[in-house]
Structures are given as C-alpha cells and as structure tokens.
C-alpha cells in the first residue's frame, strides 16, 4: 500500500478521534449524541466543527488520490502531496481547536490546494 493510501485511510478515521475529543466530558449522553454536540461549548464545539469538515474534505482528498492512481502519475509525487495534505490538515484543525480563524483558512486552502495538485501531478 502506498505513502498516499495510508494518508487516505488516515483522514478517513480522523472525524471520529474528533468526534471523540467532541463528545469527552461527564455529561455525554449517548442516547441523545447531537443534542449534546449542538449544546457544546468552546473547543468541544470546535472539536465537532473539526469532525464535520474532515467529513466534508474527505470525498475530494479520496477521490482526487484515487483518480492519481488510477492514471499513474508520479508516485513520489502523489505521495507527497497526500503529506503536505495530511499535514495542512492537522494545522487546520490545530487552529480550528484554538479559534484562530485566518491561519485555520489559509491552511484549508493550502489542504484544497494539495487535492488539486495530487489530481495533476502527472
């Protein structure tokens, strides 16, 4: 399996360590999970925020590797932006968790911008 592969899977399982990081505290009730996330305050909150936009980033990093793959591009290459990908990622959600919201979109962009780059790295 491949540098890139690895890094797919491991984006692929981040939502649920912050879903998990979203949910830590006494007065998680799992019977009522999302009324508790939408009463959530300060990093918990954030935490869940994270959650939800690694689940909505995840469709394009996958697809954008596989699609590399699938074509053969460079291997290196592919590899290497999935971790500079994987790396954005976790100074997103570093600044998302901190509430620094400049620093937390340019690394987004820099996330989206890798996602293009494995797709044309041929």
């Not at 697809?63 to 999935?82: R, V």
């Not at 620094?100 to 820099?110: G, H, N, V």
Request: proline share 3%; net charge positive; with cysteine.
């Amino acid at each position: 399996m491949t540098i890139a592969y690895w890094c797919v899977l491991a984006f692929g399982l981040s939502p649920y360590f912050f879903a998990t990081l979203a949910k830590s505290s006494k007065g998680f009730n799992n019977n009522t999970p999302r009324e508790f996330l939408q009463q959530a305050t300060g990093w918990r909150k954030r935490a869940h925020w994270v959650q939800l936009n690694n689940f909505e980033t995840f469709p394009l990093f996958a697809t954008c590797t596989l699609i590399a793959h699938q074509f053969h591009y460079s291997q290196t290459k592919i590899d290497n932006y999935a971790l500079i990908f994987i790396g954005c990622r976790v100074l997103y959600s570093i600044c998302y968790l901190k509430d620094l919201a400049f620093p937390r979109s340019l690394t987004w962009l820099a996330s989206i911008l890798c996602c293009c780059a494995i797709l044309f790295c041929s």
